[in-house]
Each structure stands twice: as C-alpha cells, then as structure tokens.
C-alpha cells in the first residue's frame, strides 16, 4: 500500500482526535520516530489494518466509521491536494476525480513497487453523465473508505452525491457495486486548500510583501 495512505490517515487522526490520541496510537503500534511512515515508500496492508484497530480500540469507533471519516479526509485534505497535483489539476468535478483515480490504479499496477491498487471500473447509470454505476474488486474490502472518499471527492468539487452501495463483499458478494448520482451544491468547491506548511510560506511571503510596501514612497516610487 503507498505510503501515502499511511502518512494522511495519522495526520487525519491527529486533526480529528488531537495529538494525544495519535501519540498513544503510536505507542501501540510501536511506530518511533525512526519507523514513522513516509509518503515514498510503500507498507504491507496488514500494518494500516492492525493500526485501524488500535485507532477503533482508542477512540470506540466503528473501523468502518473511521474508514469512512479517513475516506472524506483523504480527498479533502491540503497534504493530499499538494502531492497529487500533477493528478488533480485537470479535474473539474467529483465524477471527473473517481475516474482519473481509475486510471491512476491502473498506471500504479504496472509498476513494480508491489502496489496492488483495487480495481475500478465505471458503466453509465442513465443518459445523465452524472449518474454512474462504479464497481470496485479489492481483496482488502476496504469499500468504507471508498465511499467516505466518493462523498470527499463530491465535498472537493461543491457538488452533492447520493450514494447507494447494492451488493457489498462484506457480506458475501464478488465485489461492491455503487450507485452513484451527482448534483450541483450551493456551496463553492473546495479547490484551494493547502497544506500547513504552505499557508506558513504564504503567510510569510505576505508580511514581505507589507513590509516592502511601508517601506517604498508613498508616491513617485520605484
């Protein structure tokens, strides 16, 4: 699994349970610093499977619920936005991201990192581009997060979605299949977001930029 699974999902428990919560989660998965996860390398599943666990056990939440809230997280979240830039700068809506990460798994299977990507594949719901039918095939089942991450990437672009999961591999099926139908919001997307280490540098260049101001004539200036 890619690394930056690992690196957003404990930044996502330390902006949604603080960083207490995220040191004893640590302590019990025995990560140091010297073993804290890093966006470039790749992990074994079992580790961030055994981490949900410890993080259900610490919080008395559902695994499926923290798989869900990490889901809408990751598609939201400015870390995520700066690493993957190069993928989302093109994209214009929800629909157009859930596609472009299809084709992102697929590029991703044909590496030899030892990155097995779930499968996705789309059909047409109705004549509305909108609605699509997506099917997902992974062994780990981890459907929770790819329905937390459909509604983050809806949230993403200002849109809605309504999302109905028909058959589900965690109750015997192949594979999941989701009902997906997208609709304008009243709210703006949420294209600008950036990570903490950015809004500093941007913070910085501003007060520069006022200092250079009170410092330059009022007029006749360079």
Known sequence: MHGLIFVTWEKYLSERFGNGLLNRYREVI???AATSPLASRVYDDATLLAGVGAASELTRLSADALLWEYGRYFMINGLTSHLCAYLLTPVRSGR?????MRDAHAQMRRTPDEITPPLFSYEPLSAD?????????SPRKLCSVLWGAIEGAAERYGEKVQVVERPC?????????FELRFSASTSGPLIHLET????ARRNDQQQLDNLVL?????KDGV
């Open 30 to 32: 025995g990560e140091t």
């Open 169 to 177: 591999m965690k109750r015997g099926a192949p594979m999941c299949r």
């Open 214 to 218: 009170i410092v330059l004539p009022d």
């Open 96 to 100: 157009e991201l859930l596609l472009a």
């Open 129 to 137: 581009p909108r609605e699509i039918l997506l099917i997902y095939d």
């Open 196 to 199: 903490p280490e950015q809004i």
